[in-house]
């Protein structure tokens, strides 16, 4: 009687149609699987007119979903042809798509990508629809260069320490009015310090002799040349910045023309203050046409923070089933990295997506207001430290804007002492709880004394 061999078992195949694409800087690998062409692997140049053949070759293969890794910045052409000619393309993240060991060739991951897709064990990567994908650009850019004229306020800075002016001291910002006022004056002519400190805002807190002091400097041609020329490249910037916003404005316009005009007027803002480098236009209003509710009631949310929101994350929050895989998507929830029933780390993974960045800087900020999110900030930087408790406090900023976008919540801050009445009360029912598993009875102060 002969011993039965046992039967060699392989993953099913989800997607027939599949291929993998291993994105390169001068030339693209393309897997397709083996019965539908004689050469299965194929390579095409990186030129645009290739891209096209490209398409058209797998077309006539029969396939119908790519999958390709997020590789810098050389998979955006290729991805957007190949959406053009009608393929369903998944982009996935590089961590998913690492191939076994002794592998690692261009050939060797074209077709491990085409294998793992055709299993489906491949998830693609979020990217919203066009029009938020060009809103997103546009706001990148228009962060890039703002980025750029930060560079030229700090060689203004360092300019004015050169000359002995110190405007830093009396004003906390010399970008804003009065600061750029006197610079302005100075970089026309204007030496006399008591005629530079009539450039003072009612609103700066230093009075004008005290500025006057700041001002009397030691002026030298060549840190006049080098302010100058800050102040120069700063406008220039400055102007590209305007150019983004009138693009952002008529993005924001087509998207308002698909949505219906809201029921309700818009709430009173909570913050009247302009914020710095704020848009040229109305964005409250643009946003509140546009999703039918005020964002920027939700405390540590601006109209910028909430523009950035939205080009990133879009206006269909159906992508993510819950608040957890939101979360989960922006790394602002812990890892679960568990070996034999050991937990090894629970960190959140790092990321370098500027809204996380965004979100934690709203969590120092409202870190230090009177609100139930300043409230929980204190108590947890008190318990745990306050690395942890701005990511707590931004995951719960994050929540509080999938809610208002998915189902229309409205925020109401509760305040700050209802939020500590609530943790009192969790606190004393908990020692009870224990009180009683002990055998024992909690009883209040005010009780013993009565």
Not at 220 to 233: C, D, I, T
Not at 412 to 430: H, L, S, T
């Amino acid at each position: 009687m002969s011993k039965l061999q046992p039967k060699s078992q392989s993953l099913p195949v989800i997607n027939p149609n599949a291929a993998g694409i291993d994105i390169g800087g001068r030339f693209h690998v393309v897997a397709v699987p083996p019965e539908r062409c004689d050469e299965p692997v194929q390579t095409f140049k990186a030129f645009t007119g290739d891209i096209h053949n490209m398409a058209h070759w797998l077309a006539k293969c029969g396939i119908t979903t790519i999958a390709m890794e997020s590789t810098g910045v050389y998979w955006v052409p290729v991805y957007e042809i190949l959406e053009e000619h009608g393929f369903e393309v998944v982009l996935s993240n590089a961590r998913d798509t690492r191939a076994v060991p002794g592998r690692k060739t261009d050939v060797g991951d074209a077709q491990w990508i085409q294998r793992l897709h055709a299993c489906g064990l491949l998830k693609a990567s979020f990217r919203p629809e066009a029009a938020i994908a060009e809103l997103r650009a546009y706001m990148r850019v228009r962060e890039r260069l703002l980025d750029y004229a930060a560079a030229h306020i700090q060689h203004m800075q360092k300019a004015l320490t050169y000359m002995n002016i110190q405007l830093s001291i009396v004003v906390s910002d010399i970008s804003g009015v009065t600061g750029m006022k006197i610079v302005r004056a100075i970089v026309a002519g204007e030496k006399d310090p008591n005629v530079l400190a009539k450039f003072r805002d009612p609103r700066c807190k230093a009075d004008e002799q005290t500025i006057s002091a700041a001002l009397n400097g030691n002026y030298q041609p060549e840190h006049l040349f080098a302010l100058r020329q800050a102040v120069l490249m700063y406008d220039a910037y400055q102007l590209r910045v305007d150019e983004c916003d009138v693009q952002i404005e008529l993005v924001l316009d087509r998207l308002c023309m698909d949505s219906s005009d809201p029921v309700e007027p818009i709430p009173k803002p909570k913050n009247r203050t302009k914020q710095p480098n704020a848009m040229t236009f109305d964005v409250r209003e643009k946003l509140y046409r546009l999703i039918g509710t005020d964002l920027t009631q939700i405390h540590g949310i601006g109209p910028f923070l909430a523009l950035r929101l939205i080009s990133e994350c879009g206006t269909d929050m159906n992508k993510w089933p819950t608040e957890k895989h939101f979360t989960s998507w922006l790394t602002l929830c812990p890892s679960s990295k568990i070996s034999g029933g050991k937990v090894m780390s629970s960190h959140s993974r790092k990321s370098n997506n500027r809204v996380v960045a965004h979100l934690r800087l709203a969590a120092t900020t409202v870190g230090r207001s009177d609100t139930a999110l300043g409230a929980f900030y204190r108590r947890l930087s008190y318990r745990v430290g306050k690395a942890k408790a701005v990511t707590a406090t931004a995951r719960k900023i994050a929540i509080l804007f999938y809610n208002a976008m998915k189902y229309g919540t409205k925020y109401q801050d509760p305040g700050a002492e209802y939020y500590e009445m609530r943790y009192k009360e969790r606190v004393i029912k908990n020692l009870k709880r224990q009180a009683e598993r002990m055998g024992m009875f909690l009883q209040a102060k005010e009780e013993c004394v009565s």
